[in-house]
């Protein structure tokens, strides 16, 4: 059964699958349970991307100093540190948007807002 792209209303798709046979529907069912769980998980991990409070807090101070230019080396330091962590978070939450667009066949501005996802300013 190959349904690409097209908008199922809940009715006929329920009409489809009733007419399965028990094999493809448990392969189904199976296969529909894994993306799932999956796309949940990944919803759930893009959440654990962010500073803590206390490290956004320290983030902005530096990064107030760094602009005012009144940091010291050892601050500055400490803010190269804080903004890899934070470049890397955006690749690991991109990485996540990027699988479930490809699970649920949608381009990444459609999961971004559906999940309200919205880039966090830190500065």
Same mark, same amino acid.
């Given at each position: 059964?190959?349904?690409?792209?097209?908008?199922?209303?809940?009715?006929?798709?329920?009409?489809?699958?009733?007419?399965?046979?028990?094999?493809?529907?448990?392969?189904?069912?199976?296969?529909?349970?894994?993306?799932?769980? !999956?796309?949940?998980?990944? +919803?759930? #991990? =893009?959440?654990?991307?962010?500073?803590?409070?206390?490290?956004?807090? %320290?983030?902005? /101070?530096?990064?107030?100093?760094?602009?005012?230019?009144?940091?010291?080396?050892?601050?500055?330091?400490?803010?190269?540190?804080?903004?890899?962590?934070?470049?890397?978070?955006?690749?690991?939450?991109? !990485?996540?948007?990027?699988? +479930?667009? #490809? =699970?649920?066949?949608?381009?990444?501005?459609?999961?971004?807002?559906? %999940?309200?996802? /919205?880039?966090?300013?830190?500065?």
């Amino acid at each position: 059964m190959a349904v690409h792209n097209l908008e199922v209303s809940t009715e006929k798709l329920l009409g489809i699958v009733l007419q399965m046979p028990q094999k493809e529907f448990d392969h189904f069912l199976k296969d529909a349970q894994r993306l799932k769980t !999956r796309e949940v998980e990944l +919803i759930r #991990k =893009i959440k654990t991307f962010d500073f803590t409070p206390e490290k956004e807090k %320290l983030y902005r /101070k530096l990064l107030k100093k760094f602009r005012a230019e009144n940091i010291s080396p050892e601050e500055h330091k400490i803010l190269n540190q804080l903004n890899e962590e934070l470049e890397g978070y955006g690749v690991e939450r991109l !990485r996540c948007l990027i699988e +479930i667009s #490809k =699970i649920r066949k949608q381009s990444l501005d459609e999961i971004m807002l559906e %999940l309200n996802i /919205k880039p966090k300013n830190y500065g």
